[in-house]
């Protein structure tokens, strides 16, 4: 490929709207177009990239005996029906109506059109496991797109769909998956990734694994125990409290607190710390905007995601209106109320010389004890772990909290599906049973612009050799030289012929403007042919990521470049 | 790959909603899954066809310098406002708006979306010509999806859009184009596919080329002269006829027809043949019902497309009303007046001796002649080619009209989108111009289901080496027997390993069962190892296609059957 015909510009401001990295260098050096909030277009270097990690991932699913198939984009809304989710997910999933009037769906994920293909093929015991996988566009219609490909609307990911007759059956096929996933880190240039427990969300099911590239740019929080091999994002993780009881009596005081609303406002007035009180955090169901009170200690902080998981149904932060009952700043557990669910984290639990709100407006309590004065409380983890927290594993307060993108899932989702959907296999007993199913996803765009952000200087990505959409950027410096164009021209062709990818440059441009186009594009390895290396008899090679710079002779320069290609692979 | 763990099920029974071979075959061999209408899963066989179609097309597209790039499956309505297609096209697409409320669309074609990627780009007269393609899937509302893939409303689709500086330029690529894709045919086995100048319909530009597998399930019609190399779309095949006026004097004269009204029922009454009289036909435009009127030879038909690239607007036959002014069954030329669009075919120009309907119920005349009595009528091509008809290019009537499958098009769009959504460049003048278009389609599920139909017999497809889901189906007859499996095993093994793409049945079943399955999976070369084989130490080796039957030696077969292959790529 000359890069002189290569579409699309490349260009050094960084664009403003561009927050990281990677989605800068990837709009500057035309690899993607903005057509519309979180969908772009890509031009052929992303295209070469995608293709290639595609392919890798293509490889690693066949070897674990996947067999690629492929779903529609556009579904029936009576597949979603079935599984029951047409109605409880929300606006990110895209409907509309055919010319006819039946309604259909975008598919974001395919467990549905999954059970729908093999319902009818798994009906016996002897067919299974097996595995289905796909590469396809999907469409979720996020409500904040970010960073470029790292959270988009449209996307093509690889979703795989595993059907077993046991769960240890699937959880060995889980493991084996998890190793491809890691041979698929491994060979796309991120072996840094690291998988972590996660929630299981809208998928359903109960174990289930993020892969994680660990970067400050990253969404999600993740927190690590440095004692042990602990990992799990925040969303999933328990937090373990060590509550110390204070057995000294001391009586339920009320104190008058006259305007002062903040926990933090309130512990400084009542010269306590902010873990010597509890504290009142209030939402409301998203269908009828009744209330939820959670009262937790007062220095920690309410993981809405376990809270959502333990109700059962969505939820948002309070609007506290007069009528509600509620005293907004002086929410406290003692007499309240009112038709409130009121739940308790176990951080409070058999805590005692706690402040907290009196339920009356300019008045807090000091000297609350759990035990004492809230009855029949049930204690449950809805709290977020936090920075130096207790590890859940190994019992050391050993965790860090790190951000991280997510650049690949595993689940394990039992029987959910071929329940709803009614997908029976016979057994070896002659007996009706569902399987158990796995899914497995990557976002493909997203696995390339993780790569990007993990791999790149100020001038542009370095990309790793599998998935560089060149391996070789083969630079004629002053192509108007006959003899540096007839030589570039001369190892263009041989490196080729032999099977190189290579992106060549011979534009009449500055050695400037070229190198700062290879370093957009990022290709492992530079190859430089000008009139000053021609006269000593060299061509250059240098690699993108700096750790290579030879000079090799120009007789040799095809041979050496395969031998570097080769040791490099 | 074990045909055991291959997901999805054969069978013997064509069901009973599948009108063509390649749709019965390609449902009862486990290749596709019917999930809504138009909308179909692919199994693994399937996919593993289309990929390989997908890397033929992609070959050739880049050995003519086209890059890929991937659009957007949804778009932002905006882009297809900017054309005007938004308000143009009809419910084929498929329209939604998201969460904020936004319209979006998603892509049938996308001619907006290559512009919008390469138009800030293509700024300059000297980054000309260039193509950028995408294999990508596609969505089209149609009216009546049909016969499997061959007509469906999800697709997947190698879309090209190319950009010229001038005419020529264009013209120039075209024909690079059209001999890519005869290329691309002969590749995946279907080299008997031919060009035929098409009809441009909602894409605008006026040269374009279908290339149409024939055969009598096709759903377009072809108009081929016997005589010369003249071939094309029925609704752009020009119809030529010869009107022989007679010149002797006869009068306009009213005749009594009471309760007649289809002209073949006129004529029989009149005692005259059908190419003497001339018929009313009568449309009315969709956006108002307003009528047109056309006049024809008796004996045509009317090519609507013609009529509707004519008029510039869409149209459907007429519901006449007592109201309309039209007297149905007696509409003539001759004082016809109300609010009609009123057409003349170009078959009635000059004509004499004619009869037609009078505008009066139960009248008719004869003797109309054009020129005397309708006065400032013009002409025009309106008229289908028929069988036997004059060809347009030799002028022997030796047009046979045939039934064909569109397997791809091409068409040169001129400065359609470019002007429309404001794409220019600076040529050398300094000047600002529109560049020069062409696009150019294959849809690839419908050439995989335009293999099968051509390539197939009773029993299954006979897939062509190059596109086969595996190239070889091997055979342990009686895996019961020890050294049959061991064999077959270390042969199955050993042709893996030197990348033969095998599919291997060591089942527990019949040789008939093993057979039927193979037939069904129809890859080229089938291999039999059989305890009968084993004893005079042979394997057979046959080809699907019955012209090849081969006994050779269990020592060398590896190596003969690479030999086979090898021969037949």
Redesign the interface.
């Known amino acids: 490929m000359k890069l002189e015909?290569?579409?699309?510009?490349r260009f050094r401001e960084r664009p403003s709207d561009c927050v990281i990295d990677s989605h800068a260098l990837m709009v500057r050096g035309g690899y993607m177009?903005y057509?519309?909030?979180g969908?772009?277009?890509?031009?052929?270097p992303?295209?070469?990239v995608?293709?290639k990690i595609e392919q890798i991932i293509r490889e690693e699913m066949d070897a674990i005996?996947g067999?690629?198939?492929?779903?529609?984009?556009?579904?029936?809304a009576?597949?979603w029906q079935e599984s029951g989710r047409y109605e409880s997910i929300g606006?990110?999933m895209?409907?509309?109506r055919?010319?006819s009037g039946?309604p259909?769906v975008?598919g974001m994920t395919h467990e549905e059109?999954a059970v729908?293909?093999?319902r009818?093929?798994g009906q016996s015991y002897t067919?299974y496991p097996?595995m289905?996988y796909q590469i396809?566009?999907k469409?979720r219609?996020e409500?904040r797109p970010r960073a470029g490909l790292i959270r988009v609307?449209?996307f093509t990911m690889k979703d795989a769909y595993s059907f077993h007759t046991s769960q240890a059956d699937l959880e060995d096929y889980y493991r084996k998956c998890h190793r491809a996933y890691e041979r698929i880190y491994a060979r796309v240039g991120l072996p840094e990734v690291i998988s972590v427990a996660s929630d299981s969300g809208m998928m359903g099911g109960n174990i289930s694994h993020e892969f994680m590239l660990l970067t400050p740019i990253g969404e999600d929080s993740i927190a690590i125990c440095t004692e042990c091999d602990y990992r799990a994002n925040m969303e999933a993780a328990e937090c373990i409290v060590h509550n110390r009881r204070n057995e000294a009596a001391r009586n339920l005081t009320l104190v008058h607190t006259p305007g002062i609303h903040r926990i933090e406002d309130v512990c400084e007035f009542l010269h306590c710390e902010e873990k010597d009180s509890c504290k009142a955090v209030v939402y409301q169901r998203n269908s009828d905007d009744h209330y939820i009170v959670l009262f937790i200690r007062g220095d920690l902080e309410v993981n809405e995601t376990k809270l959502t998981n333990y109700l059962g149904y969505d939820l948002h932060p309070a609007v506290i209106t007069e009528e509600s009952g509620l005293n907004a700043g002086y929410i406290g557990p003692v007499n309240l109320a009112g038709d409130f669910t009121i739940l308790y984290d176990r951080s409070l639990e058999g805590m005692s010389h706690l402040s907290c709100g009196a339920n009356v407006s300019g008045y807090h309590y000091t000297g609350l004890d759990m035990s004492r004065d809230i009855e029949g409380a049930e204690y449950h983890d809805f709290a977020k772990i936090q920075e130096g927290g207790v590890c859940p594993r190994c019992g050391r307060p050993a965790i860090r909290v790190c951000r991280g993108i997510e650049v690949g899932n595993i689940f394990q989702l039992g029987t959910k599906y071929t329940r709803s959907m009614n997908m029976t296999y016979i057994d070896s007993n002659g007996d009706a049973r569902y399987p158990v199913m796995g899914c497995y996803g990557i976002g493909i765009g997203r696995l390339a612009a993780s790569i990007c952000q993990a791999h790149h200087d100020e001038h542009g990505p370095i990309w790793p050799l599998a998935v560089a959409p060149w391996q070789v950027h083969l630079c004629a410096v002053r192509a108007d030289d006959d003899e540096v164009r007839a030589y570039a021209d001369r190892l263009y062709e041989e490196l080729r012929s032999k099977g190189v990818e290579v992106i060549y440059d011979d534009r009449r441009v500055s050695a400037g403007v070229m190198f700062s186009d290879a370093d957009l594009i990022g290709a492992p390895f530079r190859v430089i042919v000008s009139p000053r290396n021609r006269k000593q008899n060299v061509v250059e090679i240098l690699s993108r990521d700096k750790s290579l710079s030879a000079s090799v002779s120009m007789d040799s320069a095809a041979e050496e470049i395969l031998k570097i290609l080769s040791a490099a692979m």
Chains 1, 2 share one sequence.
Do not use: W
Not at 67 to 76: A, G, N
């Open positions: 015909k290569l579409v699309g510009d177009k057509v519309a909030n969908i772009f277009s890509s031009y052929m992303l295209k070469r995608t293709r005996e067999q690629e198939v492929q779903f529609p984009v556009v579904m029936p009576s597949l606006q990110e895209a409907r509309f055919d010319r039946s259909l975008l059109a729908h293909l093999v009818d093929y067919k097996f289905v396809q566009t469409f219609d409500a609307r449209e």
